[in-house]
Structures are given as structure tokens and as C-alpha cells.
């Protein structure tokens, strides 16, 4: 089977899905609204919140990471109904292999991501440049990578959702688990002081860093890492994330 | 064939590579196949698996898409099922009959060469289980191989040529369906039934004879001809007024099997 007939077959699946184009629409709507929530933030007269270029990929990015939830609401809602409606299944009797059928959500994962990055770097530019007083090509691109950065946090985000959706099968049982492994992952790194490694919501979150902030960094210091450390750690932990989905997929019968 | 729970579904589950067989082994198409031989199969497993909030149409494309078929197959399978005026029409608003026909139309697609269906008449009402059995008819007159699982004695009589019998997932008996254990069952009805009986006990190929209500049910090898027993009896002075392939002689066979 052609790639490009695996793609073909996933943009089918959610082009005219009514539900996908309303999440998509709501996660314009809020990620909007965090944008509007307040023009240059100040406190005693200094500004907290910089929405001007070039500063404001960096905000912005991070902004826009802190909502990640709602793709992964519409990436469980998509995989559960191939698992919900045996359509899975279904594909797997008409001639789609595991591997395949996996290739397809991959793809998904990649696209929801890239459509979720497109909408914030939107927004961000729609922001920036109506608050920025003037601004050249260079100013506009300097911070542009953290967009890349976004991007890579969302694959990891997700790649971690689909995991999980495979193995508990139900959405809200996906849900609860995803959010209960993140908070179990927090409280590790609240107790253990000195971790030999990074763990993956660490280093998926830290890929898009709080931007610095004087009162915020007295409370909760900003992690000592490289952004290459944090890529390549991500690019370890995404294909773990697969290749335990496809393990998982291969020995487990589709019912 | 089989009783509920006898391993019908997981049979088919296992040779269309759903299920992982514990053990044995199944080969399609003499191992020769480049792709995916699922692709060369038109199967209805279980329930009709298709998107509610999607069309007829849109569920059938993803088939399409990955079986290799084009749009005109499409259409030939919704015109053929009787489906083409609701293609458009969300697959959550058909009644069971058309889910049922639209996973036909579905393992149609490709023009397989088998098609395997579990059950495909389940929940249809009385007209709906005669257009399914119709259709399965005339795909099996096209030279297709069609493998049916059922528990629906009428069905697998009115539909199939050979018959397997399963319980708890072993073979107990297969063969053609007149014969599933070798010996068809004739009714046979005569003016002097006590003649009849007293010559069929003397038919040296008659295994087992004994009147049930006004007829004479006698078990005989498949491939004996109807007509030297006709012989035989005439000869004997006998003219029978009835002679018929008994409908029960699956049913008997079947609950002798599996109770």
C-alpha cells in the first residue's frame, strides 16, 4: 500500500468529521482569548507580559503550549471513534496492517499539531503585529524557531495521548490517565531532588520554557537545560512513544 | 456452522487476521499473493463497522482507498445493494437492513475473489434476510467463493453447497450440504407403507429407515441417484406417490453433533 494512499485514507476520516472543525474552532476561540486577555501586563509601572516582537514567540509559544489539552481532546475523541465503531477493525479485515493503520495516526498527530502551530503563530502575528510600534523582517524572525519548538511539544504531547488511548481504549479513561501521569510525573519531580534523567512531560513542556520573569523565577526557578538537550531527549521519547503503540498494537488481538 | 459460542466468529476473525490463532495455521490463496491478501477478501465480520457521522458513501471510500478500488466500484456496490439513492444519507440514520447491505456493498468493493460473511442476516426482518440471501445467490453464481458462518439451519440450507459443523472450535463433521456426514435423508410415501418399509429394509445401501408421521424417512449414501431407488421399488411392485430430499436431514445431523 502507497503512503499516499494511508494519508488519503486518514484525511478522509476527519475532513468531514462535523465535531473536528468545531474543536478546531473553539481552540481558535480560547487561544484568542488568552491573547486578549490583557494588552502589555503591567505591574508598578513595569511591563510583565512584552507583546512585541521579537519577545512575543516566545510568550506566545508558551501561551499557546498551556491550552495543548484541546488537541488532545480532538486527537482521543478521533482514535476512540476507530476503536468505539470497530472501524479499526474493519480496516485491518480490508487489508490495512497494525503498522499501517499506526502510519495513518502518525500522520494525524502531525497534521493536528501543525494545524494547532499554524493557529497560534496566527494569532501571535495578528498580536504582535498590531501591538508592535514598528517592526522589520528581522525583528519578525528572530524568535520565529520557538514555532518549531511548539511544534515538536505537541507531537510529543500527543504521541503520549495516543499511547494511552491505545492501551485504556475509552476516552474518558485516556483522559484521566493522561492527566493523572502527568501530575504523578510532577509530584516525582517535586520530591526527587536530583533526577538522573528527564522525564517526558519535563521535557516536553520545557521545550516551550516560561518565558523569564523576575517574580515568577524567584518561585519557580526555570530548568538549568539546553534547548538541545530538550530536542534531543524529544526525539528520543516520541519514537519510544511509537514504538511501544505499535508493540502494543501487534500482539493485543482487535476486538 | 454451530452453536452460539462454538468458535464460529473467532474462526474467521483469526483467518482475516484480527485474532491471533494459540495455535494451527491458515493459508490463503495457496500463499500466492504479493500484497496483503485481505485486500483479494470481501469480509462482513460481526456488526456492519463503519463512522455513524459519515455517508454511505464517505464510509465506503475509506474502504475503498484501501482495498485499491475506484469510485465506479463504489457505485456499482451501492447500485447492487439497492443503497445508491441514500449514499449520501449519515450511516447513524439507516435501519439495520441497510447497515447490513452497505457492509456487503463494502466487501464487494475490488470484486473479491471470497468474500466471508459472519452471520449476514442477523437482526434483518423477514424481507431484509430474502434480499441478503438473494444477493449472496447471485454473488455465488458470479464463480466467488463465499464463506458464511451462521447458526441458521434454513439459512446455511438455503444458501451454501458444502457445510462445516464446529463446537467449542473443533470440526465435527464437513462435507456437501445434502451430506454433511455422507447420507442425505429421503421422505419417501407409498399407497401400502408396509410394503414400502418391509423393501427399504431390505435396500442393501439404506442405513437407517423409520416412519415419521405419514412418510417413510430413509438415510441413504449422498451420492446415490433418486432414480434407482425408483427402479428398485418398481420393480418390487411398489409405486411410490412421494419421494423428496428431506428438510430435516441437516437439522437431525446438526443436533446429533452438537447436543
Redesign the interface.
Known amino acids: 500500500m502507497k503512503l499516499l494512499n494511508i494519508f488519503h485514507a486518514e484525511l478522509r476520516r476527519f475532513i468531514p468529521y462535523p465535531a473536528f472543525w468545531v474543536m478546531m474552532l473553539v481552540l481558535i476561540i480560547i487561544t484568542f482569548g488568552v491573547f486578549n486577555m490583557g494588552t502589555n501586563f503591567r505591574i508598578n509601572g513595569i511591563i510583565v507580559v512584552d507583546k512585541t516582537f521579537p519577545s512575543l514567540w516566545h510568550l506566545g509559544t508558551y501561551l499557546v503550549s498551556c491550552i495543548s489539552f484541546l488537541p488532545l481532546i480532538i486527537l482521543i475523541n478521533a482514535v476512540t471513534n476507530d476503536i468505539q465503531y470497530r472501524v479499526f477493525k474493519q480496516n485491518v479485515i480490508d487489508g490495512f496492517s497494525r503498522f499501517q493503520w499506526l502510519v495513518g495516526k502518525l500522520f494525524f498527530i502531525f497534521f493536528l499539531s501543525g494545524l494547532a502551530v499554524i493557529i497560534g503563530a496566527g494569532i501571535i502575528s495578528f498580536t504582535g503585529i498590531q501591538s508592535t510600534p514598528w517592526i522589520t523582517p528581522e525583528m519578525y524572525f528572530e524568535k520565529f524557531y520557538f514555532v518549531g519548538l511548539l511544534f515538536l511539544h505537541y507531537v510529543g504531547w500527543l504521541s503520549i495521548g495516543f499511547l494511552l488511548i491505545l492501551i485504556t481504549k475509552r476516552s474518558m479513561l485516556s483522559l484521566l490517565s493522561f492527566f493523572g501521569l502527568f501530575l504523578l510525573e510532577k509530584y516525582i519531580v517535586f520530591k526527587v531532588e536530583k533526577l538522573p534523567v528527564l522525564l517526558p512531560f519535563q521535557v516536553f513542556n520545557e521545550l516551550v520554557p516560561r518565558p523569564k520573569n523576575e517574580l515568577l523565577d524567584k518561585m519557580i526557578p526555570i530548568l538549568p537545560y539546553t534547548t538541545y538537550d530538550l530536542i534531543l531527549y524529544a526525539c528520543l521519547y516520541i519514537p519510544a512513544c511509537w514504538g511501544l503503540s505499535l508493540l502494543f498494537i501487534s500482539y493485543r488481538d482487535i476486538r | 456452522m454451530g452453536p452460539n459460542g462454538s468458535g464460529k466468529t473467532t474462526i474467521l476473525?483469526m483467518i482475516?487476521?484480527?485474532?491471533?490463532p494459540s495455535s494451527g495455521s491458515y493459508l490463503w490463496f495457496e500463499g500466492n499473493f504479493d500484497?496483503?491478501p485481505?485486500?483479494r477478501i470481501g469480509?462482513l465480520?460481526?456488526?456492519p463497522?463503519?463512522?455513524?457521522?459519515?455517508s454511505g458513501w464517505?464510509n465506503l471510500?475509506?474502504?475503498a482507498?484501501?482495498?485499491?478500488a475506484g469510485n465506479g466500484q463504489i457505485e456499482n456496490a451501492l447500485r447492487r445493494v439497492m443503497l445508491w439513492d441514500r449514499r449520501s444519507s449519515a450511516f447513524s440514520s439507516y435501519s439495520l437492513g441497510m447497515k447490513q447491505r452497505l457492509s456487503i456493498a463494502?466487501a464487494m468493493l475490488n470484486d473479491p475473489e471470497v468474500l466471508v460473511l459472519d452471520e449476514p442476516t442477523n437482526g434483518l426482518d423477514p424481507a431484509g434476510i430474502a434480499e441478503v440471501r438473494t444477493l449472496i445467490l447471485e454473488l455465488g453464481k458470479e464463480g466467488r467463493s463465499i464463506i458464511i458462518a451462521s447458526h441458521l439451519l434454513d439459512e446455511v440450507e438455503k444458501i451454501c453447497t458444502d457445510v462445516c459443523i464446529i463446537k467449542q472450535g473443533k470440526l465435527l463433521s464437513n462435507g456437501p450440504i445434502m451430506a454433511a456426514d455422507g447420507h442425505k435423508v429421503m421422505a419417501l410415501r407409498a399407497s401400502d407403507m408396509g410394503l414400502l418399509e418391509s423393501l427399504m429394509n431390505k435396500f442393501p445401501m439404506a442405513t437407517e429407515v423409520h416412519r415419521v408421521g405419514e412418510d417413510l424417512r430413509v438415510t441413504l449414501p449422498a451420492s446415490l441417484d433418486p432414480a434407482l431407488l425408483n427402479v428398485y421399488l418398481f420393480d418390487n411392485g411398489l409405486v411410490l406417490s412421494m419421494m423428496s430430499h428431506s428438510q430435516k436431514s441437516l437439522e437431525s445431523h446438526f443436533l446429533s453433533l452438537t447436543q
Open positions: 476473525g482475516l487476521g484480527v485474532l491471533y500484497t496483503n485481505n485486500t469480509a465480520l460481526e456488526t463497522n463503519y463512522y455513524p457521522y459519515l464517505q471510500k475509506i474502504q482507498i484501501i482495498k485499491g463494502g
